[in-house]
């Protein structure tokens, strides 16, 4: 595609990504709400219960490190097709057979599905919207966290509507299928438009007329044309590895500490507030305040964010916020607990500042999906230490002054990578 898509061509591929980006975190914040319902079922034990909680952010990383591979072997747009019928498969046969291993196998091959669509969205972004890369981001940031929020107050209600917890844990497997209908319209339509390829029906980086995965100088489509963002030739040879880049990797460790953050703020904010006397409905509607602020926060920032080549002002003011937020868990934790959870959830805008970061230090959809990998790869499994970690102190120490100390403290390199990949520039030009 050698121009943004428009009218209604445009629409529809918007609607794909936000119905895809809606998918990708139902599989998790779905489980915790029916998890003691599943225990008292299967007779699964804390330790296998802990497994299936920590799956995600281990096959979000290891996955994510070979997602771009999957993307040059099989096209961006083909993977993520694929990525959608591994979710919905793995969502509906979770379900089906009342069997530890089988939860704990099908809800990982849910799992691999959102890895390797958690990677190529940017890609489709950069793709498809390459003059809006912003706007868009910020639209299927939207989309995700209200894919964390929906299923996460919707689950028990469909579970005792429905007959318990395996109707409620099955039903996402539904909007899952359903994110295919578009898929379907996007390459018939883009099928007939373009017609067959020289050689065949289209190269593997490259379906009807949209460009995916960098091809050609990512996937080596025979007939593809050179584009702008595209660039064949020179360039190609000479571009430098994204992974030998300081600005990738302060962009991975930005994005590791940022979900890091996320996931122990999700396990952990509640019971911080409870020992400090707080209710547990209002410690729970305290968390609730805190992530949904992920939904405006997700649509207003990328797109600010893009306006300007740099974003390091963001990345001050997300630090600091976060940075108050945890003085004031520490110092006075029941004192004014509405504005620690807000500024911790400003704070948190952190995520969709780093996928949009994904988008603007490459240049190219070649150079988008392998730092996309390299990001959140190594970045989720860098997320994956955060709650057991502050579990062990918190244990260790008797207390949440230490666990909130040490998150305080990684805020200060959170803060230096952020500054490093903020800064203007790209990863894949030399």
Not at 283 to 289: D, I, Q, R
């Amino acid at each position: 595609m050698t121009s943004p898509p428009t009218g209604r061509f445009g629409l529809l591929l918007g609607v794909t990504l936000v119905a895809t980006a809606l998918n990708l975190r139902g599989a998790v914040s779905s489980v915790g709400p029916v998890l003691r319902e599943m225990q008292l079922d299967l007779g699964m034990g804390d330790a296998l219960a802990g497994v299936l909680t920590g799956l995600p952010a281990v096959a979000f990383g290891l996955v994510g490190l070979v997602s771009a591979r999957v993307g040059r072997r099989f096209g961006t747009e083909p993977a993520v097709v694929g990525a959608l019928v591994l979710l919905s498969a793995g969502l509906a046969l979770r379900v089906a057979i009342p069997d530890i291993a089988v939860l704990l196998l099908t809800s990982l091959l849910a799992l691999v599905g959102i890895a390797v669509a958690n990677v190529l969205l940017p890609v489709l972004v950069k793709a498809w919207f390459p003059d809006d890369v912003g706007r868009m981001t910020g639209w299927y940031s939207l989309a995700i966290s209200l894919g964390v929020a929906v299923p996460a107050a919707a689950t028990v209600p469909i579970a005792e509507a429905f007959g318990g917890w395996r109707a409620g844990l099955g039903f996402w497997a539904l909007p899952a299928a359903l994110a295919l209908v578009p898929w379907a319209v996007v390459l018939f339509r883009d099928r007939r438009r373009s017609g067959p390829r020289p050689g065949g029906s289209g190269g593997p980086g490259d379906v009807g007329g949209l460009p995916v995965a960098g091809a050609p100088e990512l996937a080596g489509t025979a007939g593809a044309a050179p584009t702008a963002s595209h660039p064949v030739g020179g360039d190609a040879v000479s571009r430098p590895p994204v992974h030998r880049q300081l600005k990738a990797w302060a962009l991975t460790v930005f994005f590791g500490l940022q979900a890091l953050e996320a996931y122990t703020t999700m396990g952990w904010l509640p019971n911080i507030f409870r020992d400090a006397g707080i209710a547990p409905g209002t410690a729970g509607l305290l968390l609730a305040v805190t992530m949904g602020l992920g939904a405006p926060i997700s649509l207003l920032i990328p797109g600010l964010a893009a306006r300007r080549p740099d974003q390091r002002p963001w990345v001050v003011g997300l630090t600091a916020c976060s940075a108050v937020a945890y003085i004031g868990l520490i110092v006075a934790p029941a004192a004014a607990p509405w504005i620690w959870a807000v500024l911790l959830g400003i704070g948190l805008g952190a995520f969709p500042l780093a996928m949009v970061l994904i988008g603007l230090r490459a240049s190219t959809t070649a150079g988008t999906i392998a730092l996309s990998s390299l990001v959140q790869g190594i970045g989720y499994l860098i997320a994956a230490f955060g709650p057991v970690t502050i579990g062990i102190v918190r244990e260790q120490t008797g207390g949440w002054v230490v666990p909130l100390l040490v998150l305080a403290a990684l805020l200060v390199p959170k803060f230096v990578s952020g500054w490093i990949a903020a800064a203007p520039g790209t990863v894949d030009r030399p």
